[in-house]
């Protein structure tokens, strides 16, 4: 089977001629989730805005369903980590921005809208405004707005890092959830290794500069994973082990 | 305690509360610019009353408040002051909003596209630092001293600061806002009416304020030369007559006239940007 995102040989340098990223291949099957994990400017994020289509690749290519990327698309829906909630739209209308651009009536529309801030739980906040919302109710708005596009990926970029801890965990929890539910193709991208390991089908250690595919780690966890089970604890060791190795070496 | 009112729980009451203390409560506000505006008319009449009553010098040269409203109402008893007072607002509305469509519908694509900033900066550039009004004499002799050149000259005078706010405001948006509606499928189209345009209009509206000062400031000047009506006109004729009331009852008509469109606007913005303090 054919995966649904093939990174094939994609490596970027930007204008001052230092490559970010180094020969990529990674493939992400339908209705996984991949986590992207590495030391900060291992070229995580540079690497997911090309999947997006925001930036293009120096050499290599992103293909979705056979198709090379050549610029964002609905399919491929975002969500950052500044939220980038539209100030000027209500909770409401920010998750509607995506089925209105394409026209969907109305009443289809508000439906959709009510069922995803449902889902994050959000549905009593509808008619607010992004500048009311804490930061955690920002991003969930982000994420429901993302869903109700229905597109078949999703892109993470460092979704909960700007958020406290407790919020984050909650979080994860939801994103978890959702994810048994609507079965979206997911790159996460994160520099926490706790949440890379409770969250990831496979999580791809990163090296820095230039970033390369370290390892990648088949995660044989259950759906529904616990924080403190000793396999989970065990994951956690272990690709700590190897992010430590790589940090030590940029240090060197 | 009974209630959490004493307490600036929300960010909303803090940024009111702001480094200067509480704001006044509206009627306490609107008192105090009612005893501003009451004081300067009063001071006016005194002055006025004093130059008659001391004979410093000839009360012509500066009439009370009440000579001046009395002049207004013989013009708009004698049925000429609509008149005037319609050819000024209509070259107004004509001119400027020309001026903001074109402003806008330039700026926007000016500021979002390098390769067109590129292009039509240097020449706003260079036509910027021209006071306007040294264009004026040009106008008249392209176009005439019709409607055209008065209508074209507020056109020409407010495109400046308009566009530049435009252009400003679209330079300093969050590029993810464009990122994020990329994602969602956003075509240019939609880019622009959907999220360039909403995250540009706060500054835009601005823009729009500076505009409507300017055209009642650029208008009375093309109606000192060649117009046969309109508040500039009337200032004018009273000068060739001497009827100071007349002058000073233009220009007062005038300065209500420039509050009341930035009035309106201000009333836009607080419809249309309700999503920052809602």
Redesign the interface.
Known sequence: MMAKIQIAGVSKAFGNGVPALAGIDLDVAARELVCLLGPSGCGKSTLLNIV???LAPTTGRVLVDGTPVT????D???V?Q?Y?L?????VAGNVE??P???GVPTEERRRTAARYLEMVGLRAHAE?????LSGGMKQRVAIA??LA?SPSIILMDEPFGALDAQTREILQDELSKIQRVEHKTIIFVTHSIREAVYLGDRVVVMTSAPGCIKQVFDIKLPDVRDRFAPDFTQYEAEITRLVKEEVAKVHE | MTSGSSFLST?PQLMEWGLRGPTLAPSRAFRLKLIAVLGFLALWSAVSTAVILLKLFNPIFLPGPWVVAGALVTLAVKGQLWGHIAATLERVAIGFSTGAVLAVGIGLPTGYFRVIRNLVEPVVELLRPIPPLAMLPLFLVWVGIGETSKVGFITYATFFPMFLTTVHAVGQM?P??V?????????PS?LFF??IL??A?PDVLTGLRLGIALSFFVIVISEFIGAEQGLGFLINDGRSFFLVPQMLGAAVLLGLFGYAGNALVRLAERRL??????
């Open positions: 997006a289509g925001f610029g964002p698309g609905a491929r829906g975002v950052f500044e980038v539209f100030p000027w739209l209500t921005f995506g209105t651009l394409t607010k405004f992004p500048v009311q707005r993302a596009n | 960010v969050d993810l806002l990122r994020a509606a990329q994602s969602l499928g956003a075509r939609q959907r999220v909403p995250a209009l940007l309700r999503w920052q303090f809602p």
